[in-house]
């Protein structure tokens, strides 16, 4: 008999959708989108009460109360924890476990779950600072469609590119505003930003760039690979990155890596990536620089980066992982 898991999220972002097609592929699966974080607890505990295993993303408010509910019907559950439940940054106003109803919500769902699963060696030391109990957490990197790519050749690659939503917060989380400047450090190359323009953060940041610098506003799939395809560097100036998925696809495109030393990302660039020594304009177009070099003197080192991705980071590999634990998990329920 087919077992059935309730398939908790509230956005079907990229990665989030990558695995309820991973578990749709073996599991009978019940999605649930929660749309708002007022509760509803008697549609929450009929979903849970149908099901065999509740599989959440994030621990926020709306996987509260599937997992209490799985932890009362004595269920399985699963919460993949995915970088702000667990962060404490009040420098840059970002992480639930800076205090407050956030903070306490995020502590009962790790109390309740069964198994916490997190996404890199960052995010499980994160984890930890959160008074995650160890014995709760399995390690299983993100992952990511590994298809074979024709590599396009350097002389279609001219951009040096970063990825991510234009808000307020990643203004500073994400680098955007340290990317732009850097841009004006290097007035001939072109610089782009691909990601939905969302709130006054893509207004601010229009205002402090050059010429040379392009903000995309939201692409498709199609339009996002094209971008890569065109990068010759890709930065990410994060000051906390849980894993990256972004830079795995752009090494994946064959794009050189341009990282800060934050979270997870030397876990993603590995020996491939130049590093940001320090987060300024000037140490951002000094590693962008270096890297250019690097390409030029490195021959293969394009590939070497894919290879890094197919190798770590594949959507199979994160499949395997990921049917493993909850096959464990379902096993030592009852028969039937």
């Known amino acids: 008999m087919s077992r059935k898991i309730l398939f908790v999220h509230n956005a079907l972002t990229t990665f989030v959708a990558y695995d309820l097609q991973i578990l749709r592929e073996k599991y009978l699966v019940e999605e649930y989108f ?4 007022l509760p509803q607890p008697w549609r929450d505990f009929i979903k849970v009460y ?6 959440c993303w994030f621990a926020s408010a709306h996987s509260l109360l599937p997992v209490f509910f799985a932890w009362l019907l004595r269920k399985p559950s699963v919460v993949v924890i995915g970088g ?11 992480g639930h476990q800076r205090g407050g109803l956030k903070k306490l919500v995020t502590r009962l769902i790790f109390r309740f779950a069964t198994v916490l699963s997190v996404i890199s060696k960052f995010n499980y030391q994160d984890a930890l600072n959160a008074n995650v109990s160890p014995g709760k957490i399995r390690l299983i990197y993100c992952g990511i469609p590994v298809a074979q790519l024709e590599l396009p050749s350097d002389i279609a690659r001219q ?19 340290l990317f732009v400047e850097a841009a004006r ?3 001939e190359v072109p610089f782009v930003v691909a990601g939905k323009l969302v709130d006054a953060g893509a207004g601010k940041l229009k205002e402090i760039a050059g010429p040379n610098v ?4 939201r692409l498709s799939d199609a339009e996002l690979s094209a971008a890569f395809d065109h990068a010759q560097i890709y930065v990410q100036a994060s000051r906390h990155e849980a894993f990256g998925v972004a830079v795995a696809e752009a090494m994946l495109h064959g794009c050189i890596p341009v990282l800060a030393r934050s979270g997870a990302l030397p876990e993603v660039g590995g020996n491939v990536a130049v590093y940001i ?11 962008i620089s270096q890297a250019t070099k690097k390409v030029k003197t490195e ?12 190798a770590n980071f594949s959507l199979e590999k994160r499949a395997a992982e990921l049917y493993k634990l909850l096959d464990e998990l379902l096993l030592k329920l009852l028969p039937g």
Do not use: C, H, M, W
């Open 277 to 287: 020594e320090e987060l300024t304009p000037e140490a951002v177009a000094q590693a």
């Open 159 to 177: 951009n040096i590119l970063t990825v991510g939503n234009v808000n307020e917060s990643n203004l500073e989380r994400k680098g955007l505003r």
């Open 84 to 94: 702000y439940d667990v962060a404490n940054l009040p420098e840059i106003n970002y």
């Open 50 to 55: 149908r099901s065999d295993l509740v599989f």
């Open 299 to 310: 021959p293969g080192l394009r590939e070497v980066a894919r290879q890094r991705v197919v």
């Open 34 to 37: 929660v749309k708002s974080d």
């Open 185 to 187: 450090l290097l007035p």
């Open 214 to 217: 392009t903000l995309t506003g």
